[in-house]
């Protein structure tokens, strides 16, 4: 399914990076789907008809697709939006438009209305619009509670340090000497941090996973860093932002998605 997806996409001419005035006309939109019809299922499918088969979800099935507003959509954007759209039309579910707006630095208004325009020329439209940024009071509160909890400890490393210290797939890595922090010490540190007393980079907030894990990417990765920059959405409201890697489930569990796609 996904084949014949790119290889309509490509008769039908790439999105984003394209000039709009180069699109078809508006009566190609939703051309794509009209013409696709899986032949035979495949993985995906496979999981969510377990999963329904089981009585889960009880709410029906519901998916979203999540772009980071810092660029125009590409073909890669393009297979996502079919499958994560197409497979709540197919299920009689549902499909939200989130925008994972977790960088200031490097996110536009112009990419959030390019992208939404995109969505709409390929025949879809969302059931709701979020954005991570909807979640900021949150998942900060999310983060307070890791932190009680000794899941989670400021780290005062420079950011070459840390990435030194997760060392390498075949080796260990090596604990921060702030793993040991009390929690009660980097709560204080972390609201600190909201309240914009230290510079940029001087500290990070990191989850306290396992430091040998094979997986590079669960050796007590961050959480959040300190960013001046105003967001498009919510100014200077805040000068610390969480990770997407964070963000992005949590806000998936916000809105009840049934299958991250």
Request: negative net charge; proline residues 7%.
């Given at each position: 399914?996904?084949?014949?997806?790119?290889?309509?996409?490509?008769?039908?001419?790439?999105?984003?990076?394209?000039?709009?005035?180069?699109?078809?006309?508006?009566?190609?939109?939703?051309?794509?789907?009209?013409?696709?019809?899986?032949?035979?299922?495949?993985?995906?499918?496979?999981?969510?008809?377990?999963?329904?088969?089981?009585?889960?979800?009880?709410?029906?099935?519901?998916?979203?697709?999540?772009?980071?507003?810092?660029?125009?959509?590409?073909?890669?954007?393009?297979?996502?939006?079919?499958?994560?759209?197409?497979?709540?039309?197919?299920?009689?579910?549902?499909?939200?438009?989130?925008?994972?707006?977790?960088?200031?630095?490097?996110?536009?208004?112009?990419?959030?209305?390019?992208?939404?325009?995109?969505?709409?020329?390929?025949?879809?439209s969302w059931d709701g619009l979020y954005y991570a940024?909807?979640?900021?009071?949150?998942?900060?509160?999310?983060?307070?509670?890791?932190?009680?909890?000794?899941?989670?400890?400021?780290?005062?490393?420079?950011?070459?340090?840390?990435?030194?210290?997760?060392?390498?797939?075949?080796?260990?890595?090596?604990?921060?000497?702030?793993?040991?922090?009390?929690?009660?010490?980097?709560?204080?540190?972390?609201?600190?941090?909201?309240?914009?007393?230290?510079?940029?980079?001087?500290?990070?907030?990191?989850?306290?996973?396992?430091?040998?894990?094979?997986?590079?990417?669960?050796?007590?990765?961050?959480?959040?860093?300190?960013?001046?920059?105003?967001?498009?959405?919510?100014?200077?409201?805040?000068?610390?932002?969480?990770?997407?890697?964070?963000?992005?489930?949590?806000?998936?569990?916000?809105?009840?998605?049934?299958?991250?796609?």
């Open positions: 399914t996904i084949k014949r997806i790119c290889y309509n996409f490509g008769d039908l001419h790439t999105t984003a990076a394209r000039s709009r005035h180069s699109r078809p006309e508006a009566d190609n939109r939703g051309r794509i789907m009209a013409d696709i019809q899986p032949s035979s299922r495949d993985f995906i499918r496979d999981i969510i008809d377990a999963d329904l088969a089981r009585g889960l979800p009880a709410h029906g099935v519901a998916t979203r697709f999540p772009p980071e507003p810092n660029g125009y959509l590409h073909i890669g954007h393009a297979k996502s939006i079919c499958l994560n759209f197409g497979i709540a039309r197919e299920y009689g579910g549902t499909c939200n438009l989130r925008f994972d707006d977790t960088n200031p630095t490097k996110e536009e208004v112009e990419y959030v209305e390019s992208i939404m325009e995109d969505v709409r020329w390929l025949g879809f940024s909807d979640y900021f009071e949150q998942l900060y509160r999310w983060a307070e509670f890791l932190i009680e909890k000794g899941l989670a400890y400021v780290d005062d490393s420079p950011a070459e340090e840390i990435s030194r210290m997760r060392g390498a797939p075949a080796m260990p890595g090596t604990p921060s000497p702030y793993r040991e922090r009390p929690p009660r010490e980097s709560l204080d540190l972390f609201r600190r941090m909201r309240a914009g007393e230290f510079p940029d980079g001087s500290r990070v907030l990191r989850a306290r996973i396992d430091m040998a894990s094979p997986n590079l990417n669960m050796r007590d990765p961050v959480l959040y860093r300190i960013r001046r920059a105003t967001h498009h959405r919510t100014g200077d409201d805040w000068c610390i932002y969480p990770m997407y890697d964070f963000a992005h489930g949590q806000s998936d569990a916000i809105e009840g998605i049934t299958h991250s796609i």
